[in-house]
């Protein structure tokens, strides 16, 4: 069974740093992109990395460019999102999801398989 299951979240004061995680299990990790999205208070599901196949490409939101970094850890069938001088409006739920096939839009429909989430609050 396919799982992904993300890790990470927590408080942190605005300007400060996270690191989540995404572990997957039960499915060949090498067939799948994963990329990750974000639901904020008042908005729709947002996706804050977009990564090709082959790791060549990644394309972030502006709202979260120069700030986020996504990296992948294919030995630990693991995805990072290295988030850092985070801002009260990037508080939110944090998933991660996998698709099988590429396209540069990245629309939530397009992930066939998500984790749980896990939180972000950025608060003094």
């Known amino acids: 069974q396919l799982q992904l299951v993300e890790s990470g979240g927590g408080l942190v004061q605005p300007g400060g740093s996270l690191r989540l995680s995404c572990e997957g299990s039960g499915f060949s990790w090498d067939n799948y992109m994963i990329d990750w999205f974000r639901q904020t208070p008042g908005k729709e599901r947002e996706g804050v990395s977009c990564r090709s196949r082959s790791d060549s490409r990644t394309d972030y939101p502006d709202s979260v460019k120069g700030r986020f970094t996504i990296s992948r850890d294919n030995a630990k069938k693991t995805v990072y999102l290295q988030m850092s001088t985070l801002k009260p409006e990037d508080t939110g739920i944090y998933y991660c999801?996998?698709?099988?096939?590429?396209?540069?839009?990245?629309?939530?429909?397009?992930?066939?398989?998500w984790g749980q989430g896990t939180q972000v609050t950025v608060s003094s």
């Open positions: 999801a996998a698709r099988k096939y590429y396209s540069p839009t990245c629309t939530p429909r397009e992930f066939v398989h």
